[in-house]
């Protein structure tokens, strides 16, 4: 049984993630949705793969151009386990989402699981996570999933969200400043291909996802986002970023 991991990671959280879940699996083959110049409708999995599809939740649902990519791969009734990754607050109909269009792209999703990872804009909530011990908890998530694999059991768990799916929130946009060296790195790393070259202080808010890949590769760390905005986000979910959420397995 060949074993693959489907990740958009634009700030690392996710991937920290994927890899904890499939680290005790064998040999891992990653395929990455944050890359843009990929086309997505060539790639095909065998029938008997298994599959682990991860990515973040951006104020409760997952980012729509992951999902668009997602769809335009070729599932053949792999296996599949989603994974939800969120920053400590709530990650709502993401899972309902991935699963919906997991299944439309002709995978078989038999076990899903929510992460916490550390939140891509404001640090504070989650920070360090997922950690050692959360590490340790996806292992053994990972390895009940080879389990059921191996039982022979192909079963569709239910997952939390609704239908219709929330609608979309507005995200925040960075931007860069002065100290900005027109290296190119953020118009180069750009899941979205937000960023032209030609222009690299601005993002394009028709293409931007809020993603803060830019911001998290930027050498000179001159790109940010509102430090207002910032700061009125961090207050509203200061509440239910409180209390420490807990990884969970749906199988």
Request: hydrophobic content about 40%.
């Amino acid at each position: 049984m060949k074993q693959y991991q489907i990740i958009f990671s634009p700030t690392g959280g996710t991937e920290k993630v994927a890899n904890a879940i499939t680290q005790n699996w064998s040999q891992v083959d990653t395929i990455d949705l944050s890359i843009p110049d990929i086309n997505f409708a060539d790639i095909s999995f065998e029938s008997d793969s298994l599959v682990l599809i991860t990515m973040p939740s951006f104020g409760g649902l997952a980012p729509q151009l992951a999902l668009d990519r997602l769809s335009m791969l070729k599932g053949n009734g792999a296996l599949c386990v989603i994974a939800a990754v969120y920053g400590n607050r709530a990650y709502e109909d993401t899972l309902v989402q991935m699963k919906d269009y997991a299944q439309n792209a002709g995978f078989r999703v038999i076990a899903a699981i929510s992460a916490v990872a550390e939140h891509s804009i404001i640090h504070e909530y989650a920070a360090g996570r997922p950690n050692k011990d959360d590490c340790t908890v996806l292992a053994k998530f990972g390895e009940q999933i080879l389990e059921k694999v191996s039982a022979g059991v192909f079963s569709t768990p239910s997952v939390p969200g609704n239908r219709p799916y929330k609608k979309a929130g507005a995200g925040m946009i960075p931007k860069a400043g002065s100290a900005c060296t027109s290296c190119g790195q953020c118009a180069l790393k750009c899941p979205a291909s937000a960023i032209s070259a030609d222009n690299l202080k601005v993002s394009d808010k028709s293409k931007c996802i809020s993603c803060m890949r830019c911001v998290s590769v930027c050498p000179a760390h001159a790109r940010k986002v509102s430090s207002l905005m910032t700061s009125i986000a961090a207050a509203a979910i200061k509440k239910a970023c409180s209390v420490k959420k807990e990884n969970e397995l749906f199988i």
